[in-house]
């Protein structure tokens, strides 16, 4: 398609300036395709349409014929029009180039053996062509190129990414019409050589020669996978309307058999959206039906209000599992369903919204599950007093959480809140207080009153706080480097009450990097943290002052308590301890080749790590690419993870991954691969085992893909795994 495309644009500069485009033997001959070409000294600067005209003598007899000996050179713009000699017979209006006619400009050259210029019916025709395109890079040869008025037709036309000594591949056709004014080109005869073996023959082809969509055939892709047997695929573009399109996706498993996937996309001036269906009739491993849907709209019903319905669905429990190949799909347990409505100020922002779950997993008890919100609304604004320098907000919100067989009812939260904020020298204070109030109406099943008798509990808890940020600079070795030093200290104090007789709807302990400057220690409204706390932490930054590129970055926290906490969520432990854990971490660019990065979350009370990552990176000029990294996290986690892109020899490569939990002693997923690139075309080998299923199963895969630069990829494609398993991997 960007052959076609190109080649409309080349033709329409040749029927302007009434021309052909230049190549010379020698651009032949280097080992890639120039991307670009050095001005001719002798070019105007300017792109001006001011036309120059230069040669050596001209024999004109009046009324007859106009000979034009020695070197003609014609200038307009930056583009340059050359020839050895030309003839213009008035009567007839033709000018004829007899031999060796070149068009060039920054962005292509034409190099033709003849021309024809007819005046009067307004027809070019250029014969022999060869041509290269600096944009692309690309190059082809045609053996006619005729313009006449809005059409140009080409006959026995090639094209390549390669150079002449590679010639790996080619595309050719046997002609090609492009009607400008309808914006659709025709080919015919269409046939691709690899290594010159025709690897597909097309009998006709219909393409758009503009940045308008067209119907028809995208290129397939293939693949192998023990779960789902050999799979070939075979999209289909359906250009419904300028604003909707549809794209239709059989695909063959040998194992499971036919599934049709349907991707539709709308955009109007009032929404805009996403469906994704796909289905097989009858798996024939499952001899069942299998389905997933999936809806994403964006409804803009006014300049503020909004509305955004969101949605998934699976036919079954497996579905991923069986039918798609990531990680994290295959691990999926949630399907979210959401329905919101949304009105935004400059001040104040309202949400009013319904959501629930699908669960995929059989072994998640119904007392884990999540409820459904059924509905909710969420209301948060921000004023700005200036008068009294004070900043007010308020975070409100009423939802309705519904589960069978355990509490379900509404919970009303609503919080005010009043800051000051003093800035001076580098240094913000910022004095807080807020009041906390947060009501139930609960619904309690017969059998769980013994539990919690109480159907309205309620709190009115105070939240005051002072918050004091500094950001300081220094320079070092004349302004070569700067260090910023930004620390920060914040003191929390929030009276107790007791909160069991609550109900856990939404309410979890968050990490505790969040957990470090946050005033409630939960994520959720159903506990509100009682403390008396001051949260001190610094973070410094070395970088180079030219070009911003950090060198050194290092991050230190912790919290003090000053007594002990009572507020607690069901079966977590007591929290007497008057500190929290040491966080730490560190960002380091040890030279040009090699990275560190090292974070830890350390308690020192047991004396034992909570949560370490560590990574080392090695990348260097010759795109060599080694990856090391460990994480950990205490009773759930423990990695190790190495992954490689390595260069081989010439233009061979070698990547890699292997992914495996020391915690569970077994492969998570670990693939490796070959690649082969050259200026215009590569290849990849990648062969592939992971964890696919919860039970512990695992697919093995072998992906196989041809890059055709300039043109379309032919095979399974992996760019995404192998942008997601190597870090630092660049796509050639």
Known sequence: MRLFLTISLVIVVLGVTLNAYAIGPGLHSSVCLANTIAINSETPSDSSQSLSFETGSIQAELGNQIDIQEKIRITSGNSIITADQASYDEQLGVLTIPNNISFENNDLIIFGK???????????????????????????????????????????????????????????????????LAGIGEARNLVFNFKDIPILFLPYLSFPTGDQRKSGLLTPSFGKSS?????????????????????????????????????????????????????????????????YISHNQVLHLSSNWRMNLNGEYVSDNNYFEDLTGTMSSTSRTHLLRQ??????????????????????????????????????????????????????????????????????????????????????????????????????????????????NDTSPERIVPIYSLDMKGIFRKYWNNGKYTQTLEPRIQAVHIPYRNQDDFPIFDTTIPDFRVQLFNKNRYVGQDRLGDTSQMSYGITSQLFNTSDGESILGFT??????????????????????????????????????????LGNIWDSHKNQSMKTVAKFQYVSEESKIFNLSYRYRKNILKQMDVSFSWPVRDQWNVVGRYNYSILDRRVLEHFVGLEYESCCWGIRLITRKHLAYRNGETDSSVSLEFIFKGLTNLGDPVESLLGRGILGYDMP
């Open 114 to 180: 003849s021309a024809e210029i007819k005046t009067k019916d307004k027809t070019t025709i250029i014969n022999n062509t060869n041509y290269q395109i600096f944009s692309i890079p690309a190059r082809g040869t045609a053996r006619e190129i005729r313009v006449q008025n809005n059409n140009i037709d080409l006959s026995q036309v090639t094209f390549s990414t390669c150079t002449s000594i590679d010639d790996s591949w080619e595309l050719s056709a046997q002609s090609i019409t492009i009607d400008n």
């Open 227 to 291: 779960k789902k047997g050999i799979e070939i695929s075979l999209p289909y573009y359906w250009n419904i309307a300028s604003n909707i399109d549809l794209k239709t996706t059989p695909t063959l498993m040998t194992k499971r058999g036919m599934m049709l996937s349907s991707e539709l996309r709308y955009m109007t001036a009032h929404q805009n959206g996403v469906t994704q269906i796909d289905y097989l009739p009858n798996d024939d491993k499952t001899k069942k039906s299998r389905t």
């Open 339 to 452: 329905m919101q409505l949304q009105h935004l100020t400059d001040d104040w922002f309202m949400e009013i919204g319904m959501d629930h779950y699908q669960i995929l997993d059989e072994s998640i008890i119904s007392k884990e599950k999540p409820f459904r919100r059924l509905p909710y609304l969420n209301f948060s604004g921000a004023w700005y007093n200036q008068a009294l320098s004070l900043d007010y907000k308020l975070n409100s919100g009423v939802v309705f959480f519904d589960k069978s067989e355990t509490i379900s009812g509404s919970r009303f939260n609503v919080m005010p809140e009043i800051t000051s904020s003093l800035s001076f020298n580098g240094i913000s204070i910022e004095p807080s207080i807020a009041l906390d109030f947060t009501k139930y109406n609960l619904s309690i099943p017969t059998e769980l009153r013994h539990l919690k």
């Open 556 to 597: 230190f926290g912790q919290i003090r308590y000053y007594k002990d906490r009572k507020v607690s969520l069901p079966h977590e432990t007591s929290l007497t301890n008057n500190s929290s854990s040491y966080l730490a971490s560190i960002d380091w660019k040890i030279n040009k080749e090699w990275s560190m990065k």
